[in-house]
């Protein structure tokens, strides 16, 4: 069990890297980048992590209110 819980983690900690750098990227947004492609990517991202138990459902649902309404205030 031991091995198989590190082996999970690696996967668990990866997913979850992603998603954060996801986020990160889709707040330090500009006006004059692609924004609906960072929107995208934050939410693939949090569902997926949501997908794999990474995070629970309203966590993820927390994340992408804040990452949808950083992205409405570039405009």
């Known amino acids: 069990a031991l091995r198989?819980?590190?082996r999970k983690k690696v996967f668990n900690d990866r997913r979850e890297t992603a998603m954060r750098e996801a986020i990160k990227a889709a707040k330090k947004a500009t006006p004059s980048s692609d924004n609906k492609v960072l929107?995208?990517?934050a939410y693939q991202a949090i569902d997926k992590a949501i997908k794999r138990g990474v995070i629970k459902?309203?966590?993820g649902a927390?994340?992408?209110a804040q990452v949808s309404a950083s992205l409405k205030k570039v405009k």
């Open 39 to 41: 929107l995208a990517a």
């Open 4 to 6: 198989a819980s590190q």
């Open 62 to 64: 927390r994340k992408k």
């Open 57 to 59: 459902p309203n966590t």
